[in-house]
């Protein structure tokens, strides 16, 4: 068989990988200890141990101190964008993500981890046509599901067009950001009537791997997303990290 040409400690992972896959080993369960699985296929510590940290740099298993080793939670969020779904999310009051996610059953919380201008970062003020280093409000957030961190999204905003609004303060916005965009009271009254996404795919930095507990050889998405509204001004710019073993995206393009 063709099994029998991979290593040893191939052939123990694909076993436990198939495993999980079948979920004959579920979420949060804890495995074996080293020496109960060594007995199990006839094979030595140190073979178990290569498969088990193959399967951790794969992000199926965690390892606790003290405690062991267990089949990782992995809650996925399913991330889809087409005008109607931003307009169904967006008559929720949630945020998109919020609201996503409670659409398939998972229940989602977001942190505000910070509020403030800063100058603008070369691609945000591109992107809002402003010039680099021009004053912008930051809005960082992170987003968890069931305790799991999701996603780190920061929102970039003009000042001159949002200084002295809620934009500003460092409290969730009665329906959201795009809810003070659309107000016609707000600062601007208009239709966000366009996004624009671009999506990059890179490995994380330290400091997101801290943040998103992302295992070893886990690719990270990078989503920065520019809102457009009726007169053509962008007037935000999302720039969302999110682990890929945690999410799928789903772009739905309607073609006139």
Known sequence: MPDQDLPPYRRIADDLRAAIAKGKLAPGEKLKSENELKDQYGTTRVTVRKALSLLKADGLLISEQGRGVFVRQQPKVRLQTTGANFRERRATGMSNFTAEAAAQGLRARQEILSVGQVPAPAEVADRLGMPEGASVIVRRRAFFVDDE?????????????????????????????????????????????????????????????????????????????????????????????????????????DVP
Not at 210 to 216: F, M, S, Y
């Open 149 to 253: 961190p999701m996603q780190l999204a920061d929102g970039y905003y003009p000042a001159e067009l949002f200084a002295g609004t809620p934009m500003e303060e460092r409290r969730r916005i009665a329906g959201g950001v795009s809810a003070l965009i659309e107000d016609p009271a707000g600062p601007l009254g208009q239709r966000i009537v366009r996004f624009v996404e671009d999506l990059e795919i890179r490995m994380p930095t330290p400091t997101e791997v801290d943040a998103l507990r992302i295992p070893p050889g886990v690719p990270l998405a990078r989503v920065l997303r520019s809102a457009q509204v009726e007169d053509g001004r962008v007037v935000e710019v999302l720039d969302s990290r999110v682990p890929c073993d945690r999410h799928a995206f789903q772009y739905v393009i």
